[in-house]
């Protein structure tokens, strides 16, 4: 158990929705990170916030968004749903600093009908 | 950008033997980590075994080590005493360690399956 927990585990929709993925980092790590693991694309960054700030991102849709609250939890909104938007998405979570490494959740499974 | 390549998509082995999966990366920085995750069919990412790349000691745990050649940008990984429960997805990641824009991010390369036979 990574310590990372990610809810729902899975989730089916249909097109044009709108879905939140949540994620509760490890207890102390500042750090949150989403990934989006498809067939074709493999494994994505998508976005990392630390401390409830966004500190990069990477290839995220202009549909999808991110945050991180006061608590640490975070979570990543994905709208206007299409069928290639069906994926694992990850949620990963690490201390401060860039020497510790990243511990994933189960990953989230989402289906587009 | 740094890219994590891995050339193998598929490898076999036999329970018992050892086999080593191939990563490269391409970077220009000096100081950054490298990691290895098993992906099972369960879909967990799990972390294996990490490399500093300031350390010339290839890390070892247990049965999983590594080795970190930093001139020629490689970082395989040796599965010795291979078992059934190793057959998985192995990733390949890298970890910047620069402040600022993608500070801490993990790159992957596309993995390669490994199959296990008994």
């Known amino acids: 158990d990574s310590g990372v927990t990610q809810t729902p585990k899975h989730l089916i929709t249909a097109t044009g929705q709108r879905v939140t993925l949540r994620c509760s980092p490890r207890?102390?790590?500042?750090?949150v990170y989403w990934y989006q693991q498809s067939l074709d694309q493999g494994l994505q960054f998508l976005i990392q916030y630390y401390n409830g700030e966004e500190r990069a991102k990477g290839n995220i849709l202009e549909r999808f968004s991110a945050q991180q609250f006061p608590d640490l939890h975070s979570e990543l909104n994905l709208s206007s749903l299409e069928l290639g938007d069906s994926a694992l998405y990850f949620c990963?979570?690490?201390?401060?600093?860039?020497?510790?490494?990243?511990?994933f959740g189960n990953g989230t499974r989402l289906t587009v009908t | 950008a740094q890219t994590v390549t891995q050339s193998q998509p598929e490898m076999s082995v036999q329970e018992a033997e050892t086999v080593t999966l191939s990563c490269t990366y391409d970077?220009?920085?000096?100081?950054?980590?490298l990691f290895w995750y098993k992906q099972p069919p369960s879909r967990q990412m799990i972390l294996v075994i990490r490399q500093e790349a300031y350390k010339q000691q290839n890390a070892t745990e247990n049965r999983f080590s590594v080795n970190f050649q930093k001139a020629a940008k490689s970082f395989s990984l040796k599965i010795s005493d291979s078992q059934l429960g190793d057959a998985a997805m192995y990733f390949c990641?890298?970890?910047?360690?620069?402040?600022?824009?993608?500070?801490?991010?993990?790159?992957f390369g596309k993995g390669t399956k490994l199959s296990v036979k008994p």
């Open positions: 990963a979570s690490s201390q401060s600093g860039g020497r510790s490494p990243l511990h």
């Open positions: 970077t220009s920085e000096s100081d950054y980590y």
């Open positions: 207890s102390g790590d500042l750090s």
């Open positions: 990641a890298y970890r910047s360690l620069n402040y600022g824009g993608s500070q801490g991010n993990l790159i």
